[in-house]
């Protein structure tokens, strides 16, 4: 596989910035193989993701870093430079629903997502052999509705120990502590059917058939203290009629949650996510 450095930016926007980068880049020798640029008109914010051919630049990560520090300065760049050759280290946390899970390590197996899947943290114990046959550490980490803190304690601990990069959300149904949304703010991806507020609870698709909805969707966001809330990645949907039967809505949900699930992920692990308050830039 050829090797790239991404340059991901978000700063003020102003005249130049596309020229001052994109020469930089030329004057160290550098071949740009990809390069996508977003203006937000209504904040005035620059938002930029450059993939540049390691090999044409003849220098580390580190030292490119180095070089590009003055011009990063000059236009007060929030800024990374990444070495694509460090992948990701990914923890997955399930429930009892599986399809998300299995999708998932599909992907990884055939090579679809570029990164290490490190680990699976769940509340029951279902998933186990399943993961385990993929060569995965599999963690069982029961939640005490009476006690919550102890298990989130423990898969804290379990992520700190995995040095996860990523943590995905593969229909894990418990709500993160607070504490947790903050200290992996911007590492961790949920995904969530589209029905929420309407149908909260038990059995939303059947809830949904009764009340004769017409289109069905699913939402991959980011995860933060507000509920189902954080800045959105990915979303689709999938079209029904009054044909179709509570379990043809089923089916069709778990398609649509994996799909946009697999997309944000691998968004996600190239680098295409940018955030911008509670919105996301999506270089796809």
């Known amino acids: 596989m050829s090797h790239f450095y991404r340059l991901v930016v978000s700063c003020p926007d102003q005249v130049g910035i596309v020229a001052k980068v994109s020469s930089f880049i030329a004057d160290q020798g550098g071949s740009i193989t990809e390069a996508s640029q977003h203006s937000d008109l209504e904040t005035g914010r620059f938002f930029m993701r450059y993939e540049i051919l390691a090999d044409s630049l003849g220098m580390s990560a580190e030292a490119l870093r180095s070089a590009f520090e003055p ?6 760049m929030q800024w990374a430079l990444v070495d694509t050759r460090k992948r990701q280290r990914v923890v997955l946390m399930v429930s009892r629903e599986s399809h998300c899970l299995v999708d998932l390590l ?30 995965i550490p599999y963690h069982h980490v029961p939640v005490d509705p009476a006690d919550k803190t102890t298990a989130f304690e423990q898969v804290q601990a379990h992520i700190d120990d995995a040095r996860a990069d990523s943590i995905v959300l593969a229909r894990y149904m418990q709500i993160l502590p607070p504490a947790l949304c903050e200290r992996y703010a911007g590492q961790v991806i949920n995904i969530h059917h589209s029905f929420l507020p309407s149908f909260a609870g038990a059995k939303p698709y059947h809830q949904a058939y009764q009340r004769g909805v017409k289109l069905i969707g699913a939402t991959c966001h980011y995860v933060t203290q507000e509920l189902d809330a954080g800045p959105i990645i990915e979303q689709d949907i999938h079209r029904v009629s009054h044909c179709h039967t509570p379990t043809d809505l089923v089916r069709f949900g778990r398609d649509v949650e994996k799909a946009v699930l697999a997309r944000g992920l691998r968004w996600h692990l190239e680098d295409r996510v940018l955030v911008h308050g509670n919105k996301t830039i999506v270089f796809s």
């Open 71 to 76: 011009v990063a300065e000059r236009f007060d």
């Open 106 to 135: 599909y992907r990884w197996q055939v090579g679809e997502l570029d990164c290490d899947i490190v680990g699976v943290i769940s509340n029951h114990d279902d998933m186990r052999s399943l993961t385990e046959w993929y060569g």
